[in-house]
């Protein structure tokens, strides 16, 4: 399958099943977040493998997003690893370099035949209390990875794409 193909064949999936992610493709996905670029190579993302039930049932109490998934990944970033502009007072890579990661993460997944779904819906001071992440660290996304459940399927407007023309202009 070209990139196009699985691209437009990935969606977000809100439905896993019950069939738990094999380490070896994990390990690979993992190792896709890896190897993406980041800004000046500082590599600040951090990834948090949440699957024991202890942990899954802590997400369960701050988002409704894992989606039955037996394996969610909670990507966060190192504010003192982030590349931050010289030019411009504020301006840093963090949450661009854990979005890269992430991206690479979902489309190797897709690639091995696993399913994922980008999430952002739940209350990050919350998040990182409840799993002890380090002061100095954010909280970006959890990631729900897994086989879709039989009955899964895009959302309504998963193919619904705007022109080009809206999206895109040439200066």
């Known amino acids: 399958m070209d990139f196009m193909e699985l691209a437009?064949?990935?969606?977000?999936?809100?439905?896993?099943?019950?069939k738990p992610v094999e380490k070896?493709?994990?390990?690979?996905?993992?190792?896709?977040?890896?190897?993406?670029?980041?800004?000046?190579?500082q590599?600040?993302?951090?990834?948090?493998?949440?699957?024991?039930?202890?942990?899954?049932?802590?997400l369960k109490e701050l988002?409704?997003?894992?989606?039955?998934?037996?394996?969610?990944?909670?990507?966060?970033?190192n504010e003192d690893?982030?590349?931050?502009?010289?030019?411009e007072d504020g301006v840093h890579s963090g949450v661009e370099d854990v979005s890269i990661a992430a991206t690479h993460v979902m489309l190797r997944a897709a690639e091995l035949g696993l399913d994922t779904c980008w999430c952002n819906y739940f209350a990050n001071s919350k998040l990182e209390?409840?799993?002890?992440?380090?002061?100095?660290?954010?909280?970006v996304l959890?990631?729900?990875?897994?086989?879709?459940?039989e009955d899964a399927k895009p959302a309504p407007l998963h193919e619904t794409y705007k022109d080009?023309?809206?999206?895109?202009?040439?200066?």
């Open 129 to 139: 209390e409840t799993f002890e992440i380090p002061a100095n660290e954010h909280s």
């Open 142 to 149: 959890i990631m729900p990875v897994g086989y879709a459940a």
């Open 63 to 77: 988002t409704h997003c894992a989606y039955g998934a037996g394996t969610v990944l909670l990507f966060t970033y």
């Open 8 to 18: 437009k064949k990935r969606y977000s999936v809100r439905k896993f099943s019950d």
């Open 164 to 171: 080009l023309k809206t999206t895109v202009k040439y200066l």
């Open 24 to 41: 070896e493709k994990l390990e690979q996905i993992l190792e896709a977040g890896n190897i993406a670029p980041t800004a000046k190579n």
């Open 81 to 87: 690893e982030e590349w931050k502009n010289p030019l």
């Open 43 to 58: 590599q600040p993302q951090r990834v948090y493998v949440l699957q024991s039930e202890a942990a899954l049932s802590k």
